[in-house]
């Protein structure tokens, strides 16, 4: 499903994005976070299907797939 995110320098400012669509990940990952559900998405944004949704979640998780983090120096 990774497949499904794209990065172009000249759509989003290089942001992945949802196939080239101008539908940047953080915006579905935002959604979500915000309590909409997969089908309130679909019926918001028709050209978006299941399986964008899906694929932007699997982006996130493999983003986070890090050895550790490092706080900030404040």
């Keep these: 499903m990774i497949d499904r995110i794209t990065l172009d320098p000249a759509i989003c ?9 101008r539908y940047p990940v953080e915006n579905v990952l935002e959604w979500l976070a915000g309590g909409m559900s997969i089908e309130d998405i679909l019926l918001d944004y028709e050209d978006l299907e299941r399986e964008d949704i899906l694929a932007a979640l699997s982006y996130a998780a493999r983003q986070t797939h890090i050895k550790r983090l490092e706080p900030l120096a404040a």
């Design 13 to 21: 400012h290089g942001k992945p994005c949802i196939r080239g669509l």
